[in-house]
């Protein structure tokens, strides 16, 4: 059975910084595209970051560019969020997901084109950030 396990959240102030991990197991495909996704009170699920597992090309939403950055480890098929200089408006339940039935192809990865509920998802983790 597929799983994705995230790591707990937290609260920070304005301009801090948290690292979130996801844990994949149970699946057995290859060359998959793997991302955090976010969802603010009363706001849609919207994509923050993808990764395309063979090559590790990235795609960052302009929001959180230049401030979050994404990493899949290999090794134990891990997914990590570093994210700096945190907003308030980038508290909301951030989602793990991961796209093992291949629905997303490569250079839609590349551009950041995955809308829930494609995929995976683990179960979320609350991101709060106080002004």
């Known amino acids: 059975q597929v799983q994705l396990v995230e790591s707990p959240g937290g609260s920070v102030q304005a301009g801090g910084a948290l690292t979130l991990s996801c844990a994949a197991s149970?699946?057995?495909?290859?060359?998959?595209?793997m991302g955090w996704f976010r969802q603010a009170p009363g706001k849609e699920r919207e994509a923050v970051a993808l990764?395309?597992?063979?090559?590790?090309?990235?795609w960052l939403s302009g929001s959180v560019k230049g401030r979050f950055a994404v990493s899949h480890y290999r090794k134990n098929d891990t997914l990590q969020l570093r994210m700096t200089g945190l907003k308030p408006e980038d508290t909301g339940k951030y989602y793990c997901?991961?796209?093992?039935?291949?629905?997303?192809?490569?250079?839609?990865?590349?551009?950041?084109?995955?809308?829930?509920?494609?995929?995976?998802w683990g179960q979320g983790t609350q991101v709060t950030v106080s002004p």
């Open positions: 990764l395309w597992t063979p090559d590790g090309t990235t």
């Open positions: 149970g699946q057995t495909v290859s060359n998959y595209c």
């Open positions: 997901a991961a796209d093992f039935g291949w629905s997303i192809a490569r250079f839609d990865c590349y551009g950041g084109r995955w809308s829930y509920p494609v995929g995976y």
